[in-house]
């Protein structure tokens, strides 16, 4: 099983539409939870962290469940910026990236 | 110029030739980690190093060394480069007391 699992998609959706990603992880000292952004042959790209409280970043909220060990980024009112592959991403001693998401945006 | 600066930004090379990446960084951090990015497969751990002195394998190690030469420069080899070896390879700097990974722009390597 790997450490960290994605949907890997692609998630095809049209602008304005709310989108959910979804992330498990298999090590439960995990310390720390992230969403980085991927645009195509780029680096990545700190989107925001994940708190158990959970958080709201404009557009964006994610969440954290660690009793189930499951992340997730829910993105609303997409536009087609947002086209990019999102990765869940979780640290500790090591920080281990998801397969990541691809998601397109179509007008 | 970037914080963290890897080179080179492409190279292709023949199998069984050593290959060296190099990551320089100034950020001030002490964690610095090596990455590679297949399709689909999303970015994998080669190696990281939380100070001069500390190395550590990751989840792919085999066929890869690094050395870290001082705090802010971390390199990794390839002593015998082989095709599936053909990947993008990420370099990224962590801070102690934050979780934010911050990367290079990455090397693109291919074995033929």
């Known amino acids: 099983r790997k450490e960290v699992e994605q949907d890997p998609g692609p998630f095809n959706v049209p602008e304005g539409a709310t989108v959910a990603f979804n992330c498990t992880y298999s090590?439960?000292?995990?310390?720390?939870f992230f969403w980085y952004r991927q645009d195509c042959r780029k680096e990545p790209k700190l989107l925001m962290s994940?708190?158990?409280s959970g958080n709201e970043d404009g557009r964006f909220t994610a969440q954290l469940n660690r009793a189930s060990q499951y992340i997730s980024l829910l993105i609303r009112d997409s536009k087609l910026s947002d086209s990019a592959t999102y990765l869940c991403?979780?640290?500790?001693?090591?920080?281990?990236f998801g397969a990541g998401t691809r998601l397109f945006v179509k007008a | 110029d970037a914080d963290v600066t890897q080179t080179p930004r492409n190279r292709i090379t023949k199998t069984g030739k050593r290959i060296m990446l190099e990551c320089s960084q100034t950020?001030?951090?002490?964690?610095m980690y090596w990455y590679r990015q297949d399709p689909g497969l999303g970015l994998r751990l080669i190696y990281y190093?939380?100070?001069?002195?500390?190395?550590n394998k990751g989840e792919i190690s085999d066929g890869y060394s690094v050395s870290r030469q001082a705090q802010a420069k971390f390199s990794l080899s390839l002593e015998s480069a082989i095709p599936n070896q053909t990947a993008l390879y990420f370099c990224?700097?962590?801070?102690?007391?934050?979780?934010?990974?911050?990367f290079g722009e990455g090397s693109r390597l291919t074995v033929l």
């Open positions: 991403v979780v640290g500790g001693f090591k920080t281990i």
């Open positions: 950020k001030g951090h002490d964690r």
């Open positions: 994940v708190y158990s």
């Open positions: 990224a700097t962590r801070g102690s007391g934050t979780g934010e990974l911050f």
């Open positions: 090590n439960s000292a995990s310390q720390s």
């Open positions: 190093s939380f100070d001069v002195k500390d190395i």
